[in-house]
């Protein structure tokens, strides 16, 4: 009996560090450097300029208007969202390279934003 109860103590300390594990390595946020290509449609062209921007996730989820939910696959990281603009991003563990695509409505008119660059895990 004494060992029955130790290897379900044993199992519940492994499970739950796991879970912890899982969580913190899918909490995570990266300073990112590069090129941003911003354009109103319809208007004069686009906006190119190099810009700095924070990717923060929490639980796995990009931090957000709509905190959009993440595929975590290997060493990439994709969000995908449709709700309210559309967007894109991708951002390759290994490398650090990141692409993020968004697009929607402003009050002013429809906007593309495009975004590429070399990311830093934030400590």
């Known amino acids: ?8 103590l044993t199992f519940s300390i492994i499970f ?16 990112c450097t590069g090129l941003s290509q ?6 004069s062209g686009i906006k190119e300029e190099v810009k700095s921007k924070v990717y923060s996730f929490i639980d796995g989820a990009l931090q957000d208007l709509n905190n959009i939910k993440c ?3 290997n060493s990439i990281i994709t969000c995908e969202s449709n709700f309210l603009n559309i967007r894109k991003l ?5 490398t650090n390279e990141i692409s993020d695509f968004l697009s929607g409505n402003k009050g002013f008119g ?12 934030k400590n």
């Open 110 to 121: 429809v906007y593309v934003d495009n975004f590429k660059g070399k990311c830093e895990q």
């Open 16 to 31: 739950f560090y796991s879970l912890t594990s899982i969580s913190m390595e899918k909490s995570v946020a990266y300073n």
């Open 1 to 8: 009996m004494n060992n029955f109860i130790n290897n379900i």
């Open 71 to 73: 595929n975590w696959d």
């Open 38 to 43: 911003f354009e109103l449609i319809g208007s």
């Open 90 to 94: 991708t951002l390759n563990q290994e």
